[in-house]
């Protein structure tokens, strides 16, 4: 297929926030799939914390992005030639991709989608295709949530957070989360129902976690590292589980910054610090849906999409979820389906 | 029973090395145990890191020493007054009791003891009380080595780090041990048959752990922490484990200290970091029994005792354990029975 492309390209690495001379928006022609290929329409284009990582040369759970090359991401695409087996265009499929239009990817890599039950296909892949299962193997697998027991979440507004957040509400824990705004509290509070709610940038944490955990903390669902991990690990009950889903405070840290001062209450509380990739879950998937598409469907998981419209803008959006800016899910709408 | 009493008590808090100003030797009467209690003449008293732990005002995972109390200790002792039921003048005891000649204990916190097979009762209490169970325990239920992987293993020569390097070995692990003289070093390579061994204290600890653990390591036993900490984190192999056992090097560090500068391996390579107390496994002592003493039996294990003789000398000698002194199993004879 002829036609214009567009692609963002790693130019050069971040030292700490991502500048504008990071990433490069190239004009170029549509690929042509190879042998077991499809060429995908990108309709939707999920920004993550895990994009920073990605753009970086430091050890990571995947090859960091070549300079030069397209930038990773989680895609939601329409099938509009293919080359591969099983996949006909008119395919709407979902998998790991990059920013662009158009892109040629490996069909083994690419998943069928459609919309659960009553959801929308963008709720669907928004939604269930990482951030959901993220959630629900973070705290029930690693987190092991007992009722009465103490969660605590970070980032409790965001993608996961919030997820985490409502599943250990439905687990039976008392739950406090940190976000930092006032209006994302008091959607932690009114709408999502949480025991407890922190703005960490007007509040001093360290207080307001002996406050709002007067009986210690059971479960810490760590989306930040740094000083808030610290905070929690002094308040860490007696077998703790610290869940390391993300360590966003740090990613834009420029080299390296010590670690937890606190990392002594490891051993004098027998805690279990726990890090994990949801790709590592990819088989135990069907689990995660047979939890989540319910809880959605009877209204008992909320979430919220942030959608931002145009490719162009993904450079610009992406930088708020460092911000503390989004609320939800983001998202780059490229080319939604009509 | 009247007579004379020596008792170690703790006069101050160390500010990072046990200075002598830190712990005083009272003369004082010896005591009458109350109803419920015994009095036992102290044959043994243990060493160990953890002392240090227990002389500081930190969080911890039993109250510290408070000052103007006798400093705590694991002691072997033999029964001389009995106020309790089932212990009889006679009985050889072990468990918690203190830096003293002669201590009123109650009764439901010790055990009685009795030389395990062959071995004699100096070394039944001293490798099978705290020391084997928790190498067992730590490296068994805590790292779950499975043959042909890499353990790493500090303090290597030590007591609970000798015995954690031979069961590594016993179950078929590639084990690489890290100790602070040529000695030490000798003795893990050619008499417990380690696969690889560091001299921390001559050798670069960074580079000598990507020399002698070509496929990164899986299984690390942590009995220091800090700057080897690091040197390993950046060494782990995905799902590795690190079985956080002591934190020696941290223990004199005065205030706080950072934490491990590499904590991101824990996500990145989805580490699981487990801290333990082998108090937490007493109900499970005798599945330790079961694999230790044959073991031992049948010399598949090896342990050094450091025996120095005489409680005046405890302060002194505790010190070793912090300057890489000691030699195996550190151990002070008050009175060793006749």
Known sequence: MAGQNRVWRLSRRPK???????????REPVPAPADGEVLVRVNYLSL????????????????????????????????????????SEGDVVGGLGGWADYLALPARGLNKLAPAATLSLLDTWAILSLVGP???????????????????????????????????????????????????????KEDLKLDGVINYK??????????????????????????????CLVLMNLKGRIVTCGLISTYNAEGARGGPKNYAAILMQRLRVQGFIVLDYLHR??????????????????????????????????KRLYTGENKGKLVIAVAPPT
């Open 16 to 26: 700490a926030e991502i500048t504008p001379d990071v990433l490069s928006l190239e």
């Open 48 to 87: 993550d914390p895990t994009n920073r990582v990605w753009m970086s040369d430091i050890p990571q759970y995947m090859p960091p992005v070549g300079l030069g090359e397209v930038m990773r991401g989680l895609i939601c695409g329409t099938v509009i030639e293919s080359r591969a087996p099983g996949f």
């Open 134 to 188: 993220t959630a629900y193997f973070g705290l029930i697998d690693i987190g092991q949530p007992k009722s009465g027991e103490t969660l605590v979440v970070t980032t409790a507004a965001g993608a996961v957070g919030s997820i985490a957040a409502q599943i250990g509400k439905l687990k039976g824990c008392y739950v406090v989360g940190l976000a930092g705004t006032d209006d994302k509290c008091a959607w932690l």
């Open 202 to 231: 007007t509040e001093d944490v360290a207080q307001a976690l002996r406050r709002a955990c007067p009986k210690g903390i059971d479960i810490y669902f760590d989306n930040v590292g740094g000083d808030i991990l610290d905070a």
């Open 285 to 318: 998937y069907p689990e995660a849906m047979a939890a989540l598409v319910p809880w959605l469907m009877e209204g008992k998981l909320k979430y919220r999409l942030d959608v931002v419209d145009g490719l162009e803008n993904a450079v610009t959006a992406v």
